[in-house]
């Protein structure tokens, strides 16, 4: 009996998440469930639950780059998907790696975890921007880190559009700022192109559930690009997988609990 074929090589480098709901596990999942192929670059391993963070244990810079090295130099990626950097020396290094490949970057500037701890240093954002935003097919910054990395308040729609402008100016080819953190019965994604701003609307599940939701966009938004879909279809199709993975999620763990990574699977 013939299966479905893995369409679409992403290498995701990332850091792992002994929960499941978020970083290289939440990536692998969606990856999979839309019918990709992921692969890995472990940066860091983390000791969390739906609780939160209670250790990281970061992974040697040189064993990054030979990770990456390894998958590119053999498998090849169609798209590269980036999460916890934690360091300008990773962010450095990687960046590095990245030069030997035209894949398309996802980059997902993980700053601070669902629980609040600090997941990239300091010291590391100028880094973020000098490396890898100019490389990037497209930057997927939550309000926080919008702010962040652009000096911008952002507290409405026309904000989130001038945070986008702005990691533009700094060279990403598009930039989507997510509005999840903003108050209101509507969340709204703003997509920044050359071509303009598109706002991207749902309506908001009032869950507890929600976490991972970050890494999960961006590696659907990964996967699908890397099976040749255009940036707009597949940043629309990475919300509705989102969405729906969030109005399914198994209600595990007593805190932040994870997506249903797999709803996209048929049922036995």
């Not at 890995?40 to 983390?46: P, S």
């Not at 996802?106 to 490389?135: H, N, S, W």
């Not at 209101?184 to 009032?206: F, H, W």
Request: glycine letters at 12%; one cysteine or more; proline letters at 4%.
């Amino acid at each position: 009996m013939s299966g479905r074929i893995a369409k679409g090589r992403v290498l995701i480098v990332a850091g792992s998440d002994s929960g499941g709901g978020a970083g290289l596990q939440a990536d692998i999942k969606t990856c999979t469930a839309l019918g990709g192929y992921a692969m890995t670059a472990v940066t860091a391993v983390t000791v969390q639950n739906t609780l939160g963070v209670s250790d990281i244990h970061k992974v040697p810079v040189d064993v990054i780059a030979s990770q990456m090295r390894a998958v590119l130099g053999d498998i090849g990626a169609d798209s590269v998907k980036t999460g916890m950097l934690h360091s300008s020396q990773v962010i450095e290094k990687v960046a590095q790696e990245l030069a030997a490949t035209d894949a398309q970057l996802v980059l997902d500037p993980v700053m601070v975890a669902k629980g609040g701890a600090q997941l990239l240093e300091d010291t590391a954002v100028g880094a973020l921007k000098r490396e890898l935003i100019p490389r990037a097919t497209l930057v997927t910054p939550n309000v926080p880190e919008a702010e962040a990395l652009t000096g911008i308040t952002i507290e409405n729609t026309d904000d989130q559009i001038k945070a986008g402008e702005a990691l533009l100016s700094l060279g990403a080819d598009a930039a989507l700022v997510k509005g999840g953190h903003m108050q209101g019965d509507q969340i709204t994604d703003v997509l920044v192109t050359a071509d303009g701003s598109k706002l991207l609307c749902s309506p908001r599940i009032n869950t507890n559930h929600t976490h991972g939701t970050g890494c999960t966009l961006a590696s659907a938004i990964a996967t699908h690009l890397a099976q040749g879909r255009p940036l707009s279809d597949a940043v629309v199709r990475a919300r509705d997988y989102v969405y729906q993975a969030i109005q399914t999620a198994p209600g595990f763990g007593t805190g932040h609990g994870p997506l249903n990574h797999v709803h996209t699977l048929p049922e036995d």
